[in-house]
């Protein structure tokens, strides 16, 4: 019998496709680890067993058929609780849409289901995507935080409840999970992702990404989930539907990278410190350090103005209708959020532009930018989802970046490297991680 969890799930999809193996066979086996794992990890809102393996059997009986398959056919796929499903609640992380559905799917939702795609359940988000965290625990550690607001989507790939999932990023929400669960996240370059039916926390700043345990992996569903969307004016037309094929590729040149020291840097935990330093040797034929460019210093204020103004101007409603019913951090975002004036938020708009600009030449003559993904391992305790601090400036400035689980902190817990590429260059840049991905193992 096939082990499903030793496959990669670009292995698995062409084995479903093949009728080497069934989807029902694949739900239940994935359902088996929710028996084992969901009730310490509780990184489900959502999971109906039932209707999973009725989906899974119309699958199943369609590919009997002969007619085309779509690349995902018969995969099950877990998403963020922010993304609209009119079959499924949509809470949202918060008590003012509780037991609610959307009256349409989301254009993800739409998009993975064309693909084939089955949505197998609804993950845990932080409060309306912001800061304050849900129920879900790190699987590598039950006393530790996932990280947030995608923490149910990086928890159910880091206990194989799932083969992958969707989550978001506004701040560091893709990235620092996956980093602090082990596994792969992956956040586009702003608008390659359509958010229409989502949860809408900052115009300017929200990211779709998603999560796996490989470059290739995430590569598999990114590239059917990227495509223009009238609904989302920030989409683009963008040709992905080769980004696989082009991640598996050797790059024609060997890598080269730049590594910024920040301010940060004195915050890291000095195991989490030295394992990174250890890797920044490995790899010191294809990375030059270099000082922070000034203006990066300017970056996490107006991050911040964007990011707070737009919680106040989405949620207010929720505000004023009972605002004992929000947590005091989102609370304390949407208060700051009415206090910034239009001059600070267009200049944060302006600047943002203005800083691409002045940073986009640096990948004329280097591959990407490596960084910590996170501040160090899952912090201890659950009352705090994590610092931003590494992921901020990527998401400011729109840039494609990604987790990859290479390295190893404190108490042997997972460190991830965040590898960041130029703006729309998103083909390339995974066909990088992926060579890093490789070469890091081999080493």
């Not at 028996?35 to 899974?56: N, Q, R, S």
């Not at 699958?59 to 998403?79: F, N, Q, S, W």
């Not at 309306?128 to 699987?139: D, F, R, V």
Request: charged share 25%.
């Amino acid at each position: 019998m096939i082990n499903i969890f030793s496959l990669s799930t670009n292995e698995l999809v062409a084995q479903l496709r093949e009728g080497q193996i069934s989807s029902v066979e694949v739900c239940k086996a994935y359902l088996g680890r929710v028996e084992k794992f969901e009730k310490d990890v509780k990184a489900w809102t959502f999971l109906d067993k039932k209707i999973l393996l009725e989906k899974a059997e119309e699958a199943d009986e369609y590919r009997k058929t002969g007619k085309p398959l779509g690349p995902l056919h018969g995969l099950p796929i877990a998403v963020k609780d922010i993304f609209g499903t009119y079959d499924m609640p949509t809470e949202c992380g918060t008590v003012f849409r509780k037991k609610m559905s959307a009256s349409q799917d989301s254009e993800v939702v739409n998009l993975l289901k064309n693909a084939g795609a089955i949505i197998m359940g609804k993950t845990v988000t932080a409060e309306l995507a912001y800061i304050h965290p849900g129920k879900t625990t790190n699987p590598h550690d039950y006393s530790r935080t996932p990280g947030g607001s995608s923490s149910g989507s990086a928890a159910v790939i880091a206990s194989q409840m799932a083969p992958l999932s969707i989550g978001s990023q506004t701040g560091g929400s893709i990235v620092r999970p996956a980093s602090y669960c082990g596994v792969v996240g992956y956040k586009p370059s702003y608008g390659l992702i359509s958010r229409s039916g989502a949860l809408k926390t900052s115009e300017k700043l929200d990211t779709i990404g998603v999560f796996g345990k490989s470059v290739e992996d995430v590569a598999l569903l990114a590239k059917s989930l990227i495509k223009k969307d009238l609904y989302d004016p920030a989409t683009i037309h963008f040709a992905a539907d080769n980004m696989l094929e082009v991640c598996k590729q050797e790059p024609i040149f060997e890598p080269k990278f730049i590594f910024y020291k920040t301010d940060k840097w004195k915050d890291i935990h000095k195991d989490s410190r030295d394992a990174f330093e250890f890797f920044i040797k490995k790899f010191k034929k294809n990375i030059e350090i270099f000082d922070t460019p000034s203006y990066f210093k300017d970056i996490p204020k107006h991050h911040q103005i964007i990011h707070e103004t737009d919680l106040a101007n989405n949620f207010q409603a929720y505000y004023k209708k009972d605002k004992k019913k929000l947590s005091k951090e989102i609370k304390g975002a949407i208060e700051s959020g009415l206090k910034h004036s239009a001059y600070d938020y267009a200049n944060a708009i302006d600047f943002m532009k203005q800083s691409y600009e002045s940073f986009k030449e640096v990948f004329e003559d280097y591959h990407g930018i490596i960084s910590p993904s996170a501040s160090g391992v899952a912090d201890k305790g659950l009352k705090s989802t994590g610092s931003a601090d590494f992921q901020k400036t990527w998401t400011y400035l729109g840039l494609p970046t990604i987790s990859l689980p290479l390295l190893t902190g404190e108490n042997n817990l997972p460190l991830g490297i965040q590898l960041t590429g130029n703006k729309l260059d998103d083909l390339r840049f995974l066909s990088i991680a992926n060579w890093l991905e490789k070469n890091c193992k081999d080493e």
